[in-house]
Nanobody
Framework: QVQLAESGGGLVQAGGSLRLSCTVS????????MGWFRQGPGKTREFVAG????????KYADSVKGRFTISRDNTKNSVFLQMDHLTPEDTALYYC????????????????WGQGTQVTVSA
């Protein structure tokens, strides 16, 4: 059974930082792309960042490029999202996702999901 569990969300002031973590079980890390998505109030789920399984190639949404960094540690079955220079527009429920193929921008193409962790950025 595949399980993804996010942690690290919270309330932060604009300009601050947070680091999200996602622990994965039931998958072979090197065979799985990992990604972070977010869904703000009244918005559709959107791609934030993704990382491939073995080569660790990364992809970012334009809105977070230069501010967020995705990384992974396959020895710990974990993926991380370092978020710096946060703005109120980053407020959302952040989801970790896994895909048994390459990174994809569309959330509909991902196979497994965590429950989400809330990130709230105050002005």
């Amino acid at each position: 059974q595949v399980q993804l569990a996010e942690s690290g969300g919270g309330l932060v002031q604009a300009g601050g930082s947070l680091r999200l973590s996602c622990t994965v079980s039931g998958l072979t890390p090197s065979n799985s792309a990992m990604g972070w998505f977010r869904q703000g109030p009244g918005k559709t789920r959107e791609f934030v960042a993704g990382i491939t399984g073995s080569t660790f190639n990364t992809k970012y949404a334009d809105s977070v490029k230069g501010r967020f960094t995705i990384s992974r540690d396959n020895t710990k079955n974990s993926v991380f999202l370092q978020m710096d220079h946060l703005t109120p527009e980053d407020t959302a429920l952040y989801y970790c996702a896994a895909r048994l193929a390459a990174v994809a921008v569309s959330w509909t193409m991902w196979d497994y999901w965590g429950q989400g962790t809330q990130v709230t950025v105050s002005a």
